[in-house]
């Protein structure tokens, strides 16, 4: 069966840190990747996608990237973190169905000080 | 992308059903229907996907009219469990296969 892990599961940065967060999926080869992000009380907010290795697409500009090193590996990462960065951090993969349901990680809590 | 729309909040009683609608009156020949739910600091959960008439599972239904422009899901004999958000989107298992998440519907179950 396939499994999303995320780590790591809380995280407080100072204002202007590196972030580095990441994701791995298991029992599944050359899936959709998705990073999304939750501001507290709202919906999801896709950031990042990817089809392949190497192969992101970016949905929001912004100080965030990142980055897919490896088939079932998904990265998110920044620079300088802002304080509007903080947010519920989650991962998905998407299923093999003809309708892309999408399966989702534990998620991320980061709080940017 | 088809944009949907939910009711904000609903308020339902344990053991009855419920039904939230979700609006699609943009959606594409391909595209499928698919709800998620999701409790406080978890991800969203796949609940059930149709294209087209009704299909059941062993949590919920989802009703789709002829036309497809909106659709139901409905939560029977709801339980103080079922208190979560929950997200209709509108979508096709192609290419990158971006994905919009609304608001969602808020449902929250009394006892």
């Known amino acids: 069966s396939q499994t999303i892990h995320q780590w790591p599961a809380t995280l407080v940065q100072p204002v202007g840190s590196p972030l580095s967060l990441e994701c791995t999926v298991e029992g599944t080869s050359n899936p959709n990747l998705y990073w999304y992000r939750q501001a507290a009380g709202r919906g999801l907010q896709l950031l990042f996608y990817s089809v392949g290795i190497g192969q992101i697409s970016s949905e929001v500009p912004q100080n965030l990237s990142a980055s897919r090193p490896q088939d079932r590996q998904f990265i998110l990462s920044s620079k300088k973190l802002l304080l509007s960065d903080s947010g519920f951090y989650l991962c998905?993969?998407?299923?093999?169905?003809?309708?892309?349901?999408?399966?989702f990680g534990p998620g991320t809590r980061l709080t940017v000080t | 992308l088809a944009k949907t729309t939910q009711p904000i909040s609903m308020d339902s009683y344990e053991g009855q059903e419920v039904n939230i609608t979700c609006s699609h009156n943009n959606i594409a020949t391909n595209d499928y229907i698919t709800w998620y739910q999701q409790f406080p600091s978890q991800g969203p959960r796949f609940i059930i996907q149709?294209?087209?008439t009704k299909v059941t599972n062993e949590v919920a239904s989802l009703f789709i009219p002829a036309d497809r422009k909106s659709s139901t899901l409905s939560l029977p004999r709801v339980s103080l469990s079922d208190t979560a958000v929950y997200y209709c989107?509108?979508?096709?298992?192609?290419?990158?296969?971006?994905?919009?998440f609304g608001a969602g519907t808020r449902l929250f179950v009394k006892a």
């Open positions: 149709g294209y087209k």
């Open positions: 998905a993969w998407r299923g093999p169905g003809q309708g892309g349901e999408q399966y």
């Open positions: 989107l509108v979508g096709v298992n192609t290419g990158g296969f971006k994905t919009i």
